[in-house]
């Protein structure tokens, strides 16, 4: 069975800094796989936040590069985005995906909300 789920989520002011988190099951957790972070805004399509490639490199939205990290711990299957200087635009739902022997896997998502 696989599974992704998301936490960290919340309400964070213009400036703050917020961590999501996102545990995978061990049978898709490779430095292989393409995995990564999305998010959706109300009325707009899903976009790539911030990726590690099968290489594993990283990929960065340019509208977050410099300000989000994306990261992984092995030992627990663990994918992180940690969210620095964030705006109101970085408003969304953020999925976590990895991508597995040519399926796709998502988590349920996280609502992130940057308002005074």
């Known amino acids: 069975q696989v599974q992704l789920a998301e936490s960290g989520g919340g309400l964070v002011q213009p400036g703050g800094s917020l961590r999501l988190s996102c545990v995978v099951s061990?049978?898709?957790?490779?430095?292989?796989?393409?995995m990564g972070w999305y998010r959706q805004a109300p009325g707009k399509e899903r976009e790539l936040v911030a990726s590690?490639?099968?290489?594993?490199?990283?990929i960065y939205a340019d509208s977050v590069k410099g300000r989000f990290i994306i990261s992984r711990y092995n030992v627990d299957y663990t994918m992180y985005l940690q969210m620095n200087r964030v705006k109101p635009e970085d408003s969304a739902v953020y999925y976590c995906?990895?991508?597995?022997?040519?399926?796709?896997?998502w988590g349920q998502g996280t609502q992130v909300t940057v308002s005074l």
């Open positions: 995906y990895v991508q597995s022997s040519g399926s796709d896997y």
């Open positions: 590690f490639t099968s290489g594993g490199g990283t």
């Open positions: 061990a049978n898709i957790f490779s430095r292989h796989n393409p």
